[in-house]
């Protein structure tokens, strides 16, 4: 069941980060549901989704700045 959830959150952690760049609030989503599933993990690997989360945020910053200048 471990190995289940860590190669669970690692896939939403990557289509986080992919995601990320197209669509950002879907990036969001995903990282956050990431974190979540590992949170009851004591060996933590929250790199991946932590960087969706990121990207995502980076990528919203970057549209709403070409919509406005």
């Given at each position: 069941m471990k190995t289940k959830q860590k190669n669970t959150s690692k896939t939403l952690g990557v289509l986080?980060?992919?995601?990320?760049?197209f669509v950002p609030l879907a990036g969001i989503v995903l990282g956050i549901i990431g974190l979540s599933i590992?949170?009851?993990?004591?060996?933590?690997?929250?790199?991946?989704?932590?960087?969706?989360?990121?990207?995502?945020?980076?990528?919203?910053?970057?549209?709403?700045?070409?919509?406005?200048?």
């Open positions: 986080s980060i992919v995601l990320g760049l590992k949170k009851t993990d004591r060996n933590r690997d929250i790199t991946l989704n932590v960087v969706g989360i990121a990207v995502s945020i980076l990528s919203w910053i970057i549209a709403i700045e070409i919509l406005l200048g």
